[in-house]
């Protein structure tokens, strides 16, 4: 990928304001291959507005890991079975690596992205040099936020929170400015808020973290960002990042980190026989590699609609950035409605998170409500088929709520085989549930 490209991908005010919608004809084409796309196993028909927690799962990756998980033989055998196990998951390291946009480090898979964010911060605290402090961001998920406040605590250092403005739902490079010391050894970034739904400079985060403390460690949390446009890994300057495939258009299954060429080879958990830069603990099942190839299949034929360029790399970008068009018109819609429906700003007393009009935000939208509970929201617009969720004050959102001054929040979230006609079949089951005075 070319560094123009990667700008482009990476400046998101490129993309007007109220979005480009995917051509009809190929939007039904991108619902045909995904599973359950209108409809639930257990309820019937019904709109996913729930994707933050995990997107819908393309066809494809269920046929192709389930081919592949039948078969009984591992790597590292003289047999061709074995022999073709040992290319599947070389290809899928390959999609991966391209995908993340990473010519470089080595890339493993864990339980979860959870836990591979917290093996890393704990490979990292354990290896940097003693004293110092580590950073981490007050809109971060837990998976970063207490994985940071426990190794801090755990080697003696301190560990310093940077606040995000409230105003914006964004973390910026000056609010890291005023956090981080020429003795900070590890901060961590979040790519992407699931409360929020905005997006944070990484670029200009990084730089300004270089120009402070050149050799710390920089670790990112993709798995909200995967989903909502084009990976640029060789052009951040950090040091891992991470995603979740299951927020991806893949299986439940496993996360993926990137590790940079300098993190990969600090003393971390593995087996002695292996090179220093194994991470990996076990077996891994290709079956799993399968799936996400799959998705990056997809993800190549959905590009090839955007350039005529026919390498993987390039199509994963003009996929990237068709899906943020896509869903930035999306989330437009929902937020201004049209003549006809009226949109969460045409509400009065509803709070939302963020600007309703930031580049920045990438297919959710987060509101409360004064006087009428998320919970409640949920379970109405649930009964009138639209599916959403709320996130509360609880382990897993209330660093990020505190500083908001809410208890909960509705959240929808958009993905780019949602539809308008989705967005307004919801606009309608608002309009019945939420005031108008």
Known sequence: MTTTSAHIMSTPQAIPAEGIFLPQELLCQVRESFLHVDSCPFTGKRVFFENA??????????????????????????????????????????????????????????????ECLFRVIRAAALSAEEGGSIVASSVEHPATYDATAQWAQRTGRDWIEVPFDVETGQV???????????????????????????????????????????????????????????????????????????????????????????????????????????????????????????????????GGHFTEESSRRACLVAAGRAMQAHERALVHRLLHGDADLPGLCDYPGLHLIGPADSPYREGVVSFAVEGVEAKHVVAELGARGIRVHARSDDVFSGNILRPLGLKAVTRVSLAHYNSADEVDACLVALAEVLPRS
Request: with cysteine; hydrophobic share 40%; glycine share 8%.
């Open 53 to 114: 927690g995990g997107s819908l799962t393309l066809k494809s990756v269920v046929e192709r890991s389930a081919e592949v998980a039948g078969i009984p033989d591992n790597e590292h055998r003289d047999n061709p079975a074995s022999h073709a196990m040992s290319q599947i998951v070389s290809a899928g390291r390959n999609d991966l690596a391209s995908f993340m946009g990473a010519s470089s480090g080595i890339i493993f898979g864990g339980e979860t992205g959870t």
């Open 172 to 302: 910026t490079a000056a609010h890291y400015a005023d956090c981080v010391r020429p003795d900070t050894r590890i901060t961590t970034i979040l790519h992407t808020s699931p409360i929020t739904g905005m997006s944070m400079d990484i670029t200009e985060i990084v730089r300004t973290i270089r120009a402070v403390a050149p050799e710390c460690v920089i670790i990112v949390d993709g798995i909200q960002h995967a989903p909502h446009g084009a990976l640029a890994v060789d052009d951040y300057d950090v040091d891992a990042y991470v995603i979740s495939p299951y927020k991806a258009f893949c299986r439940l299954n496993n996360g993926y980190a990137w590790v940079s060429d300098r993190l990969s080879v600090v003393d971390h958990d593995r087996l002695l026989g292996k090179p220093a830069d194994a991470w990996e603990l076990g077996s891994r099942d290709p079956s799993a590699f399968a799936g996400f190839s799959a998705v990056i299949d997809y993800l190549t034929w959905l």
